[in-house]
């Protein structure tokens, strides 16, 4: 199993898997690069990190059906308006 290349090699709408904690598990999330970007973005804005940012929007959530990855490219889609 090769390693993903470093984020700045990703190709534009490549999926990136990146691993968080989240309520004492470990979960991966993929999300294209630019989704990432724009959520990297929001969290530097907000003075914390990205793990910090996906933290709460985890826990914000209402609708159960709603994945994390789809829950994150909502908000990115909606911080970029």
Do not use: N
């Not at 690069?33 to 914390?48: C, H, K, Q, Y």
């Not at 990205?50 to 914000?60: M, S």
Request: hydrophobic share 45%.
């Amino acid at each position: 199993m090769s390693a993903a290349p470093p984020r700045a090699l990703q190709p534009s709408g490549h999926l990136l898997k990146r691993s968080f904690r989240l309520a004492g598990h470990r979960t991966s999330i993929a999300l294209e690069t630019e989704f990432w970007r724009a959520l990297e973005e929001v969290a530097e804005r907000r003075g914390e990190s990205l793990a910090a940012l996906v933290t709460t929007l985890d826990a914000e959530r209402t609708d159960p059906a709603q994945s994390l990855a789809s829950a994150l490219r909502v908000f990115a889609l909606a911080e970029r308006r």
